[in-house]
T-cell receptor
Framework: AQRVTQPEKLLSVFKGAPVELKCNYSYSGSPELFWYVQYSRQRLQLLLRHISRESIKGFTADLNKGETSFHLKKPFAQEEDSAMYYCALSGPSYGNKLVFGAGTILRVKS | DAGVIQSPRHEVTEMGQEVTLRCKPISGHNSLFWYRQTMMRGLELLIYFNNNVPIDDSGMPEDRFSAKMPNASFSTLKIQPSEPRDSAVYFC??????????????FGPGTRLTVL
């Protein structure tokens, strides 16, 4: 069973529009959730993690344990936000591993 | 710190040749991970090490793939013999998780492998 689900392979929005990248997970216990971003032909970089409860580049994500979701949101998309976004989960059951979702490509059109 | 270092950045080889990818993790990180990224399969974990010891190699696709970590500052991923379907970007990542720190992983720039 897939443990981290990103239902959209591609999300295309216009510049200035709100963005929501969906992530749902299945895990018994208290997971640690992350969002990683990969700009074109570059390395994956940590964007944010739920325990930090911070906003990075205008993005926020709230862990909703009831809905087992960790959606990534930004009120106004910018063209430089175009990238691949991965949701990832960590927890004691997985040792030191991160379990990644399939990723969502975000395209911000001008 | 220069971050995770991988070499080479690009490798083009012919089918049947041996390929060796190299990784230097961030100093002080005790966990090291090898991933493969393709359009079809996305990001796949191949193997990871804690304190230089392989912990989970269930993602290694075939016996043609092998990985070693002879010391805390160096790891290799070897493909012998290589095949065209091995063409992908291979990422190495390290994490301080093995020392009780966060499970956040720090990725290298990747090696883009093309097998002709």
């Amino acid at each position: 069973a897939q443990r981290v689900t990103q239902p959209e392979k591609l999300l295309s929005v216009f510049k200035g529009a709100p963005v929501e990248l969906k992530c749902n997970y299945s895990y018994s216990g208290s997971p640690e959730l992350f969002w990683y971003v990969q700009y074109s032909r570059q390395r994956l970089q940590l964007l944010l993690r739920h325990i930090s409860r911070e906003s990075i580049k205008g993005f926020t994500a709230d862990l909703n344990k009831g809905e087992t979701s960790f959606h990534l949101k930004k009120p106004f998309a910018q063209e430089e936000d175009s990238a691949m976004y991965y949701c990832a989960l960590s927890g004691p059951s997985y040792g030191n591993k991160l379990v990644f979702g399939a990723g969502t490509i975000l395209r911000v059109k001008s | 710190d220069a971050g995770v270092i991988q070499s080479p950045r690009h490798e083009v080889t012919e089918m049947g040749q041996e390929v060796t990818l190299r990784c230097k993790p961030i100093s002080g990180h005790n966990s090291l991970f090898w991933y493969r990224q393709t359009m079809m399969r996305g990001l796949e974990l191949l193997i990871y090490f804690n304190n230089n010891v392989p912990i989970d190699d269930s993602g290694m696709p075939e016996d043609r793939f092998s990985a070693k970590m002879p010391n805390a500052s160096f790891s290799t991923l070897k493909i012998q013999p290589s095949e065209p379907r091995d063409s992908a970007v291979y990422f190495c990542a390290s994490s301080p998780a093995g020392t009780g720190g966060t499970n956040e992983q720090f990725f290298g720039p990747g090696t883009r492998l093309t097998v002709l």
